[in-house]
């Protein structure tokens, strides 16, 4: 019979730490938590100085007798839930709920390996009842928001609305870049780009400036454009200097949570919710031929970029080994003034288990998040790239043209990942031909070209992770959830992987702004996250800070039942009618969006998606038009107005021209970040501008 009982979250974790105890321990899942707030009642007494209502989780109950049972039999109960805040809770509501008969022993360990866990289990201490505070300080704070909230929004708009304390920021950050957007007006510029010859060699170069401005010039309209071209005498263009740098390249720190979730949705495609999940299941453990159950990355919820001297020793040899010793590097890791530093970034346990001798062992996603992970780790312990950097101004009559380029000299880090980002990447390989201070180049073509200033863009999940973070809103930890809250109750949708709000959204964020305005605003939403950091610390009492949030919530909740007006969301007329009943047909709001319905219901129940046209006759029957419509997984395709009678589908969209060469429909489609004309047949393509 086992001595000991270890009691962690999962069954996998469970799994791989049984192995590496021994038979003296059993290790039985709790499944989460066993305790919470009910869910049919705020559970927040505030009359009584915000005690709250812990009770059993519907479901729990067999699973809860199962541990007490075997509690009894143990001379020791372990909790050795996950070493963070959340983690420390379930170890405190455990041990309640378990009764106090028990001598409880808490233990942490960042990594699931045979090592990291022996280790922990020599040095066991107790719940840490201040990370055990903030994290009910926290579950306390967004309970009383949103069961305070939500219900005069199912009152005075629709039923089903929910208010939360970072969804609502979140929210309000998509809303007001919406709004920017709205609001734009583009103001026209312009460029002139040259192509100059020099031998064999030709290369390209940009209008700059006319020699007698001292700061570049701005070129806003037609006129500007035309005085500088008239300036322009002949062909030959002098070479004023040549300035050759030598630049170094940095790599990336190691991830923390938020990183890891924005370079996953950048490079990988996953939404933070997948990149949690698949996370996840590489820190519980991946059962390894003749190493067994092991877990292959540490743990995944951390705001630090720290990592150990073992893990640093071991990449060092393996950088060495694998691509010299001139590759090996000396950087420091430097958290935000902000991280916490409960424990490491996000690394590969063991840098010897490389993506490519893991991959059998992993499903395609685990594989490439891992390889992921791997990568920047190993990266951020290289040398860093060194760049050849040239800059070369020429003029001609006053007119001055830069040119810039770029090589790589050592490729350091590089040699195996470049970091992701949101915004175009800068051209790594742009090689200049060989020139020299005062000789003569020659124009071949001398173009302007109109542009418009663009808004700004709108919030890719990578970009809104990001812009929570750097604003100090809720923590990484949050970000998936939140987000995906804020999708599931159709406050916005996504187009091109970005967010735009829905009405309702707009509607609900309307009525927070104007009745909780603590709510949204981002300097109070940071102060209290720095609250709930104090608490941590130990530096604040958790009912302290609960008592001066509520003190100011309280009377905005009492103000919003009493003045909010009640909003009736009509519906709006198609403007065509039922082709079942001939009743006019409306548009209505439903779970996933606008929807067009009959106005007849409930006698009659036709319903239709909404479906836009794009101008474009179909490339198959030539009759109906083509439509955007959207998959089951809200990806956005193109069919025939006229389906099922044409079955006409397409990824792309279709462009209404053929194909010069064999005469197949072209679509629109993007390479990498550039929009690019392809044919659906052959091979020929054109660029979409």
Request: glycine share 6%; with cysteine; charged share 35%.
């Amino acid at each position: 019979m086992a001595d000991n009982l270890v009691i962690v979250e999962s069954p996998a974790k469970a799994k791989t730490i049984e192995k590496y105890l021994g038979k003296r321990y059993k290790v039985i899942a709790s499944m989460g938590h066993v305790r919470d707030l009910p869910r049919s009642q705020i559970g927040i007494d505030t009359e009584n100085n915000y005690e709250p209502k812990y009770i059993t989780i519907r479901g729990k109950g067999p699973l809860l007798k199962e541990l007490k049972k075997e509690a009894k039999k143990a001379k020791k109960v372990f909790l050795a839930s996950d070493p963070d805040r959340e983690g420390e809770a379930i170890a405190w509501h455990l041990s309640h709920a378990l009764g106090p008969d028990n001598d409880y022993y808490r233990v942490v360990f960042n990594e699931i390996t045979k090592d990291a866990v022996k280790e922990s289990f020599k040095t066991p201490a107790e719940i840490d009842m201040q990370l055990v505070d903030a994290q009910q300080a926290r579950r306390i704070l967004d309970r009383l928001v949103g069961y305070n909230i939500s219900p005069v929004l199912w009152k005075k708009v629709k039923k089903g609305l929910s208010a939360g304390r970072v969804q609502s920021v979140a929210l309000k950050l998509i809303i007001d870049r919406e709004n920017e957007i709205r609001k734009f007006v583009p103001e026209e510029y312009w460029s002139i780009e040259g192509t100059f010859k020099t031998g064999r060699s030709k290369f390209t170069g940009k209008f700059n400036k006319l020699v007698k401005d001292k700061q570049k010039t701005k070129l806003k309209t037609k006129d500007d454009v035309d005085k500088v071209l008239n300036q322009l005498k002949g062909n030959d263009f002098h070479i004023d200097s040549v300035e050759k740098k030598e630049k170094k390249r940095y790599p990336a720190q190691p991830f923390t949570t938020s990183s890891l979730q924005q370079e996953a949705a950048r490079k990988l495609n996953f939404k933070a919710r997948k990149t949690m999940m698949l996370a996840q299941q590489l820190y519980e453990g991946i059962d390894i031929k003749k190493e067994g159950t092991v877990g292959l990355i540490t743990y995944m919820r951390t705001d630090s970029t720290r990592i150990s001297n073992t893990a640093k020793d071991e990449a060092y040899d393996l950088i060495e080994s694998a691509y010299g010793k001139e590759f090996t590097g000396t950087q420091k890791s430097s958290n935000k003034a902000a991280a916490q530093d409960a424990h490491e970034a996000v690394r590969p346990t063991s840098a010897n288990r490389t993506p490519d001798n893991m991959k059998q062992y992993l499903s395609r996603d685990q594989h490439r998040l891992y390889k992921l992970i791997w990568d920047r780790f190993i990266a951020s312990q290289m040398a860093p790239a060194i760049l050849d950097t040239v800059k070369i101004d020429l003029s001609n009559n006053g007119v001055l043209f830069r040119s810039t380029g770029q090589t790589i000299k050592f490729k350091g880090f590089m040699q195996i990942y470049i970091e992701g980002s949101d915004d175009e990447e800068d051209d790594l390989n742009n090689k200049l031909p060989e020139m020299n201070e005062g000789e003569t180049v020659t124009s071949e073509k001398i173009e302007p070209a109109q542009h418009f200033t663009q808004p700004p863009p709108r919030f890719t999940e990578a970009r809104l992770v990001k812009t929570l973070e750097e604003s100090g809103i809720g923590r990484p930890s949050t970000y998936a959830p939140t987000i995906d809250t804020i999708q599931k109750r159709n406050y916005v949708r996504m187009d091109q992987k970005r967010f735009i709000p829905t009405e309702i959204g707009e509607i609900v964020n309307e009525q927070v702004v104007e009745y909780f305005p603590d709510i949204i605003d981002i300097a109070f939403t940071r102060n209290m996250e720095e609250s709930l950091d104090s608490v941590a610390d130990g530096d604040k009492e958790w009912r302290e800070v609960i008592d001066e949030f509520y003190k100011g919530f309280s009377p905005q909740v009492e103000r919003a039942e009493e003045e909010m007006e009640k909003i009736e969301i009509k519906d709006e007329p198609v403007g065509e009618d039922c082709e079942k009943c001939g009743s006019p047909m409306v548009y209505k709001m439903g779970r996933y969006g606008k929807f067009m319905a009959c106005s007849n219901f409930p006698d009659c129940r036709n319903t239709k998606a909404i479906v836009k046209e794009i101008g474009v006759k179909c490339p198959t029957c030539k009759e109906g038009e083509v439509v955007e419509r959207k998959s089951k997984r809200n990806r956005i395709f193109y069919g025939c107005e006229r389906y099922p009678e044409c079955d006409f589908v397409s990824w792309d969209r279709p462009i209404g021209r053929d194909c010069p060469k064999c005469e197949h429909y072209l679509v629109e489609t993007k390479k990498g970040k550039k929009a690019q004309v392809k044919c659906t047949h052959c091979d020929y393509t054109e660029d979409a501008s």
